[in-house]
């Protein structure tokens, strides 16, 4: 199996310009990653199901490119590292985040990670 990498989308579900995916492509294949965050999902019920239509559009996206996307439910720091050794990935790619929580949940992430995260 070649070398694998993640793409961690969180709140950036498009695959036409983002910076993250074509780092990631220059580096390998890779499977794209959606965590259901429960921390991001306490919203109003319209915007959570705005939210999981535009996963699933983004999962036809990559689907119609012959790719993969997971969607796992949970806690970041647990669920993409439990990605990332599921797949034996070389690195997870994200946007860099710039909120506390996503400051705080990138850190958390990083440190749980068993591969590099780039931001």
């Known amino acids: 199996m070649p070398p694998m990498f993640l793409v961690w989308h969180r ?3 498009r695959l036409g310009d983002h910076p993250a995916l074509l ?6 294949p890779l499977v794209g990653l959606v965590v259901l965050d ?3 999902l306490r919203t ?3 915007r959570r199901a705005w939210f999981l239509e ?3 559009a983004l999962r036809e ?3 119609k490119r012959g790719g993969a996307l997971w969607v796992l439910e949970g806690l970041p720091w647990e ?5 990332a050794r599921a797949l034996r990935a070389r690195g997870v790619y994200a946007l860099k985040a710039y909120t506390p929580y996503g400051r705080h ?3 958390r992430v990083q440190e749980a990670l068993p591969v590099p995260l780039h931001l």
């Open 11 to 13: 709140a950036d579900l």
């Open 61 to 63: 996206a990559y689907r």
């Open 105 to 107: 949940r990138d850190e």
């Open 44 to 46: 109003t019920p319209r």
């Open 54 to 56: 535009n996963v699933r």
């Open 23 to 28: 780092k990631a492509l220059r580096q390998g």
């Open 38 to 40: 429960p921390n991001n």
């Open 79 to 83: 669920k993409v590292p439990e990605a």
